[in-house]
Nanobody, 125 residues
Framework: QVQLVESGGGLVQAGDSLRLSCAVSGRDFGNYDMGWFRQAPGKEREFVAAISWSGSNTYYADSVKGRFFISRENSKNTVYLQMNRLKPGDTAVYYC??????????????????WGQGTQVTVSS
């Protein structure tokens, strides 16, 4: 089974940066597209960013484009989300997820097969 464990969340001030990490167990990490999603209180889970299995393609939600950057190290079975210039509106639980169907769009939330438990990010004003 594939297990995903997020880390790196915390409480920061507006304008600060954080880097989230997601460690993935299992031998097929290099075959998965990886994504980051978030869910704020009272809101639905939303797509944030994703990276293809090879790392050659990335895709971002408009709300984070130019501030957040996704990357992966297949040798370490880890995907990262570098978050810069954080805003209070970025406050949410952040989840990483893995998608086996690499022929489907990176933003296709419903196609992600495996999910982590999430890490809280709180941005104070």
């Amino acid at each position: 089974q594939v297990q995903l464990v997020e880390s790196g969340g915390g409480l920061v001030q507006a304008g600060d940066s954080l880097r989230l990490s997601c460690a993935v167990s299992g031998r097929d990490f290099g075959n998965y597209d990886m994504g980051w999603f978030r869910q704020a209180p009272g809101k639905e889970r939303e797509f944030v960013a994703a990276i293809s299995w090879s790392g050659s393609n990335t895709y971002y939600a408009d709300s984070v484009k130019g501030r957040f950057f996704i990357s992966r190290e297949n040798s370490k079975n880890t995907v990262y989300l570098q978050m810069n210039r954080l805003k209070p509106g970025d406050t949410a639980v952040y989840y990483c997820a893995a998608k086996e169907s690499t022929w489907t769009p990176l933003s296709a939330t419903s196609r992600y097969n495996y999910w982590g438990q999430g890490t809280q990010v709180t941005v104070s004003s």
